[in-house]
């Protein structure tokens, strides 16, 4: 990124840090953390310890970090290196992506950078202008793309609470701050698990693994009293609601789902871990010493803070999560599609200069589509 | 420690403090290589020890965990203790695994009939207590299952390969799995299995006893016979790892977790750094710089000196790498694609 670029992005930050500390959540046990932060062109600085939120403020006015971690794990020596930490235990967290949801949206309004001659454009298979498929690919994720995402957070809430029997007080939403959001589980009975039990946990939550037998059909003789009901509760329940449509239909579902045999039987329930599993990314989930943007922390990818919901259902990330100031700035922005923020509409720009408030400069300089003029 | 009665000790002679007892009963070691009266007892710990190396399960006399008469429960508990006097003598760590297996699973049967026992409230409560002492397992009985924490649940049946394992196929409501006498007891298996082989591993090693010398030669030379397998392999690389060899190939994107994958499967082929870095190179993201820090990293030749291993099949099917062909043959873990016993 140029110079003139991050001195703008590191004042604009800076400022926020300053005015908005107040929007950040030091986690509790805040000593037993690792924290970690980034600064713009630079690499990451981790495996820092702090002992509280004064401590927190002074670092990211000392350093204008473009982006502030800490993780979801308790150490007894966070600012060891990682196999001399002593890891205690981590809370339980899922990312939900809207990039990982397949949506048909997407290609509406992802544009593409090349990284061989900076070209910008809607084509995201290969350059316009040089055929290089060596693409950075930006995304500008739209209304559709909070509306599904929020919908598996309701999916995934609703597993955590009926099957794994935590309370919905302990279920903590806060939206990333660019695609996607991050879901946390406080005081669960997951705390001390490690890596591979999680992954079977995001493996039940996807629904993936399932075998016939879990939902009555057999190999040999299949029965049609063993097949789930519809008001039944957990994966039976949900593949009932989901396969019968009504309960009227269940026994006409069965009869078809006898005849077509276990194979197909196999394949209906690995083609339905698309349609009612959560997409959120295993990755994140078994990883038990990942650090995590910090709650309250501006995302370096949109000039956006990742932020608490409170109410997830009326949540607008474009409206709630944009606490930049509106001091207008002079950019030349090169972003061929329009985007929304604060209730105001941007775009699009062909490579033209424009006068435009900070929030919306950082947003597109983040995104690597407007420069400083 | 638990309290049992004399019946429940032959049911889980494990839970017995092997030298307490035989002093508590009046019975110096030495003297069962001596007294015709106590030849029962060794006669039988050395058939206990056999048909574990058979791969077999030794039957007891009693009948539904019950004795006839109160000297064959004695015989039952002398016998694998004087089994474990064996094993120490004849020193052959195999027979420890075959001997702590073969018990576990006996265990098992019995464990997995207390349980059952609708009727029976104290026999339940001593096997649920039983799981609670030894692994720390909070078992509840509700209606004809048990109920299990899905914490527990999972730190149990890590392990297991078989799909019917994975969480999504068990009954699961409120934090608790639900599940039958015979899974709860299937859950502990290993652990029974790690238990009774470290109170052998832990039991001191007694001077040669006079009378047994015979019967530790017979078990070492079975032991011997016990043959290791060796393994060949095809060479020929697994379909996943083809697969993501050809997504670089084709300048596509790989993720993170499939180069993983990659790496590590071929450094532990041992394949050098220099040799695999080549792969990476039609990556989108392609950095050579990096790719050598990261290779190494996970070589264990950089950073923490961890060596990264490759992750199993299980795992890849998570993160929608594992594209398994019937080559595969229920293997768990890439590397041992194309191995075969012989």
């Known amino acids: 990124m140029q110079e003139n670029n991050i001195k703008f992005l590191e004042d604009t930050f800076k400022k926020y840090y300053f005015d908005h500390f107040n929007l950040i959540r030091v986690p509790n046990r805040t000593s037993e953390r690792e924290f970690g932060f980034q600064k713009f062109n630079s ?54 992506d809207a990039k990982d949801l397949n949506l048909e949206c997407r290609k509406n309004h992802t544009i593409s950078k090349c990284n061989e001659c900076n070209e910008i454009s809607t084509d995201i298979n290969s350059c316009s202008k040089c055929n290089s498929i060596k ?140 349609k009612i599993g959560v997409k959120v990314d295993p990755n994140v989930t078994m990883d038990i010493h990942r650090i995590f943007r910090l709650p309250g922390s501006l995302n370096s990818k949109s000039g956006l803070t990742k932020v608490f919901c409170t109410d997830l259902t009326k949540f607008d990330p474009y409206l709630e999560a944009s606490f930049l100031n509106e001091q207008l700035v002079e950019v030349i922005a090169n972003c061929p599609i329009r985007f929304n923020l604060k209730n105001t509409k941007f775009g699009p720009y062909y490579g033209e200069k424009v006068s435009i408030p900070t929030f919306a400069a950082a947003y597109m300089i983040c995104k690597k589509i407007a420069t400083i003029s | 420690m638990l309290e049992l009665g004399a019946d429940e000790y032959a049911k889980y002679p494990f839970m017995a403090d092997a030298g307490q007892y035989l002093k508590d009963k009046g019975f110096p070691l030495a003297k069962f290589g001596t007294d015709p009266d106590l030849k029962p007892s060794v006669e039988k710990a050395f058939h206990r020890l056999k048909v574990s190396t058979e791969g077999g399960i ?45 018990e576990a699973r006996r265990a098992e049967q019995h464990l997995e009939r207390d349980l059952g026992k609708a009727s029976e409230k104290s026999k339940i409560d001593l096997a649920i207590k039983i799981i609670h002492d030894l692994f720390g397992i909070e078992v509840i009985k509700r209606d004809d299952f048990f109920e299990i924490p899905v914490a527990d649940y999972l730190k149990h049946s890590i392990g297991f390969h078989e799909r019917e394992w994975k969480l999504i196929n068990r009954y699961v409501k409120n934090g608790k799995v639900l599940l039958t006498p015979e899974k709860t007891v299937r859950l502990i298996r290993k652990e029974l299995g790690t238990y009774i082989g470290s109170k052998i591993i832990n039991a001191p090693t007694p001077p040669m006893i006079p009378g047994f010398e015979n019967m530790v030669n017979e078990l070492t030379s079975i032991c011997k016979k016990l043959t290791p397998s060796y393994t060949m392999t095809t060479g020929e690389y697994p379909p996943c790892i083809k697969h993501a060899i050809e997504v670089l190939e084709k300048g596509e994107n790989l993720p993170h977790s499939g180069r993983f994958m990659l790496a590590t499967f071929l450094l532990s082929k041992g394949q050098s750094v220099e040799d695999i870095a080549p792969l990476f190179k ?24 961890t060596h990264y ?32 016993r012989i």
């Open chain 1, 43 to 96: 690499g990451m600085t981790r495996h820092i310890s702090i002992k509280d939120d004064k401590e927190l403020h002074l670092l990211l006015m000392k350093n204008t970090p473009s982006d502030v971690y800490c993780s979801n794990a308790c150490y007894s020596f966070p600012n060891l290196p990682m196999n001399e930490k002593d890891w205690k235990e981590a809370d339980l967290i899922f990312d939900i």
């Open chain 1, 135 to 274: 693409l950075e690919k930006k995304s500008l994720p739209c209304k559709n793309c909070i509306n599904a995402s929020k919908n598996e957070i309701s999916k995934l809430s609703n597993i955590l609470i009926e099957d794994f029997g935590i309370h919905p007080n302990d279920i903590h939403v806060y939206f990333s701050g660019n695609e996607g959001f991050h879901v946390y589980v406080y005081n669960s009975q997951f705390q001390k698990l490690g890596s591979k039990e999680r992954s079977e946990l995001t493996d039940y939550i996807m629904f993936h693994g399932a075998i016939p037998e879990t939902f009555g059909m057999k190999k040999i003789k299949p029965n049609r009293s063993t097949f789930p009901d519809f008001d039944e509760k957990g994966w039976r329940g949900r593949f009932s609601k989901e396969m019968y449509g009504t309960k009227s239909k269940r026994s006409k579902i069965i009869t078809e789902l006898i005849v077509n045999g276990y194979s197909s039987f196999q394949k209906t329930l690995d083609d339905l871990s698309d």
């Open chain 2, 58 to 102: 030794y039957k007891s006399e009693l009948i539904d965990g019950q004795a006839s008469k109160s000297y064959i429960l004695e015989i039952e508990v002398f016998s694998f203790l004087l089994a474990i006097v064996l094993i120490k003598l004849t020193g052959m760590h195999t027979l420890t695994k075959r001997f702590a297996l073969a």
């Open chain 2, 282 to 305: 039609n990556a989108p993201d392609y950095n050579q710089r990096i790719t050598l820090y990261q290779l190494n990293h996970l070589a264990g030749t950089s950073g923490s000196g």
């Open chain 2, 309 to 340: 291993s490759c992750p199993s099949c299980e795992k890849l099917k998570t993160q929608n790498l594992c594209f398994a062909i019937p080559e595969c043959d229920n293997i768990i873990n890439p590397i041992q694609f194309g191995k075969k």
